[in-house]
Every structure is written in structure tokens, then in C-alpha cells.
């Protein structure tokens, strides 16, 4: 069975600029959450969708933006770049939503802004 | 909110050393309990999760318990070995959250030398 797969693996932005990043979950899994790592902050949540619905939010400004698709998988979009945005992104899904799920992630989208 | 506490790093320790990581963590009600594991230039594997108090997850010699009277989920392994280095996160999800929203602990680092 395939893991989460993350495209693109390795990027570089130019700031002001747009991305997007590609997430395709594990086979039947319907939840699918996007995550920020930083050095300094840490891995924190960027927002979980479930059914292409948004189901939670984490405390992001609105320049980052996701969607799901009737397949499940999903894409982030992050705008008007700044140098702050480089980071590890990593995608991660679970079978259903609410807690107790195992979640898994996959290998991450690293993003560099210059 | 929840909260996650892991004990500070860089934890350096001789191979066949036995391993303790602390975390405690803050939540309502009865989150569900994970540790995951990061290589370097690699996304999040699960090594372990517990759902309900007294729980014990284990997996490659590694093991936790959920002490509910504690708020405690640490990571213990008898004998750790050279491939064992990484980083070390616990999380936690549910409590005052909803969906799969995971919140993470900062990380521990590491270092096991032959």
C-alpha cells in the first residue's frame, strides 16, 4: 500500500511569489492534514480537511490556503511569499477524522524563500 | 488548551544504553497519545500511540505508557542502538480539539554513539 506522497520534494521561491504543494493521501484515507516545521517554531498545524471540507484551522494568516478534492487528495497554497515561509511542509492523512486516529505523513515538501 | 511538554535536548547516549524521554502534556477529557520519530531529511514515522489511561504502545523495542494520574506518555527502549538516532516527538490529539488535529511537543534530539 502507498504512503503519502508529497510533490514537489524540493523547491525554491523567489519572495512574493505563489506555491503550490501537492498531496496525495494513503489509499482510502479521507482526512488529510498539512503541517508547518520550522526550527524555531516547531510543527505546528496549518488546517485539516475532511470530506473537501475544511475541518479545523490552525493560527496561520490567510495568505495559506488549502483545498481537498473528491479523490481526496489535496493541495496547499501559500501566497505572496515571505522568507519566514521556508519550511518543511508535511502532509499527513488518517483514515477518518477526530481524535485517536492514527496518522500518517509523508516525507515533506521543503521550501526554501529567497 | 492542549499542550505538549517533552524534556530538553540533545539526549547523547552510549549504544545498548537504556532510554528515557519525558512528556507530559495538558488536555481536556481523554486525548489520544503518539510518539514519532524524524530522521534527518525525512517526514514523521509513527513508533507508537495509546488511546485510553494504562494503555502500553510498543513497537521495535520501544514502549510508553498512558498515565492518566500523571499526565505522563513516556518513551522508554532497554537497549538503544546507533540507528535509533533521530529526533523524538511526542503528540497528542482530542482533549479540547476536534478532528485529527495533532499538537506536537517540541522534539527531542538523539545521538547514539558506537
Known amino acids: 500500500k502507498a504512503g503519502v506522497t508529497q510533490t514537489p520534494r524540493y523547491l525554491i521561491k523567489t519572495r512574493g511569489q505563489q506555491v503550490t504543494l501537492s498531496c496525495s493521501p494513503i489509499?482510502?484515507?479521507?482526512?488529510v492534514s498539512w503541517y508547518q516545521q520550522t526550527p524555531g517554531q516547531g510543527l505546528q498545524f496549518l488546517f485539516e480537511?475532511?470530506?473537501?471540507?475544511?475541518?479545523n484551522k490552525g493560527n496561520f494568516p490567510g495568505r495559506f490556503s488549502g483545498r481537498q478534492f473528491s479523490n481526496s487528495r489535496s493541495e496547499m497554497n501559500v501566497s505572496t511569499l515571505e522568507l519566514g515561509d521556508s519550511a518543511l511542509y508535511l502532509c499527513a492523512s488518517s483514515p477518518r477524522t477526530g481524535g485517536g486516529n492514527t496518522i500518517y505523513f509523508g516525507e515533506g515538501s521543503w521550501l526554501t524563500v529567497v | 488548551g492542549n499542550s505538549v511538554t517533552q524534556m530538553e535536548g540533545p539526549v547523547t547516549l552510549s549504544e545498548e544504553a537504556f532510554l528515557t524521554i519525558n512528556c507530559t502534556y495538558t488536555?481536556?477529557?481523554?486525548?489520544?497519545l503518539f510518539w514519532y520519530v524524524q530522521y534527518p531529511g525525512e517526514g514523521l514515522q509513527l513508533l507508537l500511540k495509546?488511546?485510553?489511561?494504562?494503555d502500553k504502545g510498543s513497537n521495535k523495542g520501544f514502549e510508553a505508557t498512558y498515565r492518566k494520574e500523571t499526565t505522563s506518555f513516556h518513551l522508554e527502549k532497554g537497549s538503544v542502538q546507533v540507528s535509533d538516532s533521530a529526533v523524538y516527538f511526542c503528540a497528542l490529539s482530542g482533549g479540547e480539539t476536534s478532528g485529527s488535529r495533532l499538537t506536537f511537543g517540541e522534539g527531542t534530539q538523539l545521538t547514539v554513539n558506537p
Open positions: 489509499s482510502g484515507h479521507r482526512s
Open positions: 495509546a488511546t485510553k489511561a494504562d
Open positions: 488536555a481536556t477529557g481523554y486525548p489520544s
Open positions: 480537511y475532511f470530506s473537501e471540507t475544511q475541518r
